[in-house]
């Protein structure tokens, strides 16, 4: 197959076919837009020889066994770069350069938990799927770079890291699936800016901090976030520190001010009485004292008083 440069798809996905992936694919075909190898049983690393693919739409190396990292390279798969409004109808376009003019591709892809058959949509069509596999490492950064992806597929990897603050950049996606493996770390709030987003699972890894405030990240259903414990925020019902520490509980802003008022009603009753008690006290000691006419006045209400009273 090797002496098949001017092949555009390989679909070899569900079938029994094992060892690890040829290097000749990506340095013999290089005219490749669509290479599915889904549903095998290859093992061992991806070949950096594929990042050669440069024309490449469609990546399917999902249900296999691969290990090792995901190259880094992958950020030169420049098709994946532009936009679809941007790029060109390869089905026709390219064929034609290629002498090709009666040519209906037909490729199974899994979008969104189906699998489907594509055919003239295959030019909206811009996937890397490398899910049920057995990667290891964080996710490049480079990957940020194919901001013409319309899906990104890495769930259930051994994969770990962060999730790159840069994902924002993948204005196209309209589906992301990071879920089962051991990604850590806060969401990067550069994903609430996707406004193409339908479908987002970040379930099952180690994830942690407020989900970052966006209609793209709140709208979601609470399964998308599930299985990360210190993960928190809407849609989740678990809310975060900062949210409780900023919302007093009912009524108490109003009970701590009855309280206050309370304390100063004791404080200035007391006062009151004990100055009131003193200024009358002395004052009528004092008057009786030193008025002569007031204390003769007095001493004899008094004993008119008690001899009323006896």
Excluded at 31 to 36: C, V
Excluded at 198 to 213: A, M, Q, R
């Amino acid at each position: 197959m090797k002496k098949c440069q001017e092949l555009i798809l390989l679909d070899l996905g569900k079938n029994k076919l094992s060892g690890s992936i040829p290097m000749w694919i990506g340095e013999s075909l290089q005219n490749l837009m669509i290479l599915s190898l889904r549903s095998n049983h290859f093992n061992k690393t991806i070949p950096q020889n594929l990042c050669h693919l440069v024309k490449l739409h469609v990546l399917d190396l999902s249900l296999n066994h691969i290990s090792g990292r995901i190259p880094s390279c992958i950020g030169n798969f420049s098709s994946m770069k532009k936009n679809e409004d941007e790029d060109t109808y390869f089905t026709t376009v390219d064929y034609y350069e290629l002498g090709i003019t009666d040519y209906d591709d037909q490729v199974f892809l899994t979008w969104k938990g189906t699998l489907s058959s594509y055919k003239s949509t295959l030019r909206l069509v811009k996937i890397i799927d490398l899910s049920s596999n057995k990667l290891i490492g964080e996710i490049p950064r480079q990957i940020t770079q194919l901001n013409g992806l319309v899906l990104l597929n890495i769930s259930r990897n051994n994969l770990s890291g962060q999730i790159p603050s840069e994902i924002g950049k993948l204005v196209s996606l309209d589906a992301l699936d990071l879920s089962r493996n051991h990604f850590f770390g806060k969401i990067p709030s550069s994903l609430s800016k996707v406004d193409r987003l339908n479908t987002l699972d970040l379930s099952n890894n180690n994830l942690s901090g407020k989900i970052p405030t966006g209609t793209q990240l709140q709208s979601r259903d609470e399964a998308s976030y599930e299985g990360n414990p210190e993960l928190c925020g809407s849609p989740l019902l678990k809310k975060c520190q900062e949210d409780k520490e900023a919302t007093p509980p009912p009524h108490l802003g109003d009970d701590r001010l009855e309280n206050e008022d309370e304390l100063i009603v004791t404080k200035g009753f007391f006062i009151s009485l004990a100055m009131g008690f003193v200024v009358g006290f002395w004052g009528i000691c004092f008057t009786l004292i030193f008025n002569k006419s007031w204390r003769y006045t007095s001493f004899k209400f008094l004993s008119n008083v008690e001899d009323w009273c006896t």
